[in-house]
């Protein structure tokens, strides 16, 4: 798995628990799952099929082949300690060439109302993507 954190100025603003010029928050993560054997447009529906609460999904065709984007919310745990603020989680599931793995991009954030800007990010980093070792 890798990852990455964000912290952007928001320059909008108007969005709750958000002011003009402070601060979002993000995390990007890359993981692989294993999965069996199976066509990759059916790998891809089955990610998000398979429970972890996924809502607006969407099948997509990229250059690396047929991939899913969804959407879930969450809320940390009381006994976490972490603030008690929704999270967003953006995922793209693109399939390996070889049916048997699936990569997974999520982004994260702790402003749910920018859903539609931090999925218009996710997609364009998952159109980016190729299976192909660099020479």
Known sequence: MHCSVGLHRDDVGGVEGHEAGGPLFSLFTVSWREFAPAPRGVTAARAVTAGGGHRCVEFVELAAGPATLSESTSTPGSESGLPQRSLLQVHAHLPHPDCRRLA???????????????????RAIAESVSFERPG
């Open 104 to 122: 997974v991009l999520t982004l994260t954030t702790t402003a749910p109302a920018r859903r539609e800007e931090y999925r218009a990010i996710l």
